[in-house]
């Protein structure tokens, strides 16, 4: 008997240059990996093996084969049965993971028809890991359908391509031009989800300042009777699905839906159901049941988007992503993965009021890149949408994502180019504040009513027609600038009693931004774009956004406001 993970089939792809490891199951003594003019044997323990076939450059298809017997010499194995597997490439391999952003399918993105229409490459596959967050029938059902996928009409069909990740879809594209090599995409991610979700219980109880999400969970679940909960979570599911087909409804058809009123008309909303073990916001869940799933498979590295669900603990965001991370690199022994995060854009519900959490996370996502090795954030916060938290351009988010990969993972493009201009320090000089950037050499500019042209150059319009169809779908986007619209609103200035007030004078000095509030005579702190959803408008050379700051992480911000219960609990409405 041979069991290998359900990610062991036909039209895999396997990383170039790096060990590949192979594992499974056997009730042989033992096993034989053979992948082109590679070959390596090992012994099972206890049922289980894991080999690691040599490192390999780019190329195939290739067929491997898995032969596991109890008489072996000379590595030959003498006896027992095989499995083989055909199509098989080696290029690149990165694990999408996240929340419904990095969940949200081509399908519902923008242009889905024209890009499925076009769509016919081989040098793209996607694996989706098997959706479920217990152990059970409905996985072990799930994994029986598990397989790889290609972007190409002679193995799949447009509607099963249509359900992959978008961002991802576009990473890979852009990977897969650039580097002129098969690109793989292993899918794990799950809308509604915490950091913690995909975090292990180890790493979250080793950490005191996020242990309580653990603590939290735990105190719900020790009095919990199995067959109550079950009756509870079953009831959840029938109600929850006609919830949410009301709430489809309402939003379909209504020009100006508001959360109050869609709860108003559709009833109560249960969202994400009842706390225990099925429950997939669960913390360590989907680490347990999804990611493991998928564990060791040999990866280039990691692109993740999430934190919108996190925006409730903004505070301990870095810390959750700290664990996280270092969790990651320990299980696939790799101190030098690369992670490769996207930060938050702007966004709020235009009934909202402004919190102001969401900078919060987008500060700890932009900390991760300076502070863990192997890291970068795509900063899009001129993507976002008002009233809508799952923007439909996702191929700029790919992109960006695409070009900091070149730079972290493949050392193919240079920072200044993959990034916009960052915040680097602020000198005070009597009322006046100069704010230095890094990537700013080739200076900052300001995207005027009349000059969007840049907006569409990823997708390259070739009629004036599909431009004005472009920009049209801009329209309540951040990014796009209306008449009126301001830059300098977008900057604060506060002095010792860290009370912030709109600058009202604001310019541009080549690589730098000089700002002043006659309201502040003594400036000590300065932030741009500190806000949940606001106009993005200070670009580099490079077109991408000046990313949103604050000078001091001691300028009291992170009192954001909790009024009026800013946000659901831990366990409220989806994301």
Known sequence: MIKLPEIFREHMVLQQNKNIVVWGETNKKYVRVELDDKEVIGKSVNGRFEVSLPPLKAGGPYILKVIAGNNSENFKILDGESVVIGDVMVGEVWLACGQSNMELEINGSYKAENVLKNMNNNSIRFYYTPKCAYEGEELDSLKKDAHWSIANGDYNTAEEVGKWSAVAYYFAEKLSKELGVTVGIINCNWGGTHAYCWTSREEITANNRIKRFMDEYDEIVKNQKPEDYDREYAEYVV???????????????????????????????????????????????????????????????????????????????????????????????????????VQLPMFKNESDKDFKNWPLVREAQARVAKTIKNTGVAVITDRGELNNIHPVHKLDVGFRLGNIALNVAYKKAEEKDVYGPTFKQIIVEKNKVTIEFDYADDGIIVRSENDNSDLCKEFNPKTKEEMDEMLESYKNYSGYICSGDNYVKSFEVAGMDKVYYEADEVSIVKNSIVVSSSKVDVPVYVRYNWTNFGKVMLYGNNGLPVAPFRSSMEDGSDNWDTSEKAVENRFGQAI
């Open 239 to 341: 109600y929850q699905a006609e919830f949410d087909r009301k709430c489809g409804e309402y939003y379909a058809t209504h020009e100006h839906p508001s959360w109050e009123e869609c709860i108003e008309l559709c009833g109560e909303n249960r969202y994400p159901g009842p706390v225990g073990p099925k429950a997939f916001t669960r913390p360590a869940g989907l680490y347990e049941v999804m990611l493991k799933q998928v564990m060791p498979y040999t990866l280039k590295g990691f692109i993740y988007y999430q934190g919108e669900e996190d925006d409730q603990t903004p505070e301990l965001y870095y810390d959750l992503m700290f664990s996280m991370i270092r969790n990651w690199r320990k299980d696939w022994k790799d101190d030098n993965l690369p992670v490769l995060l």
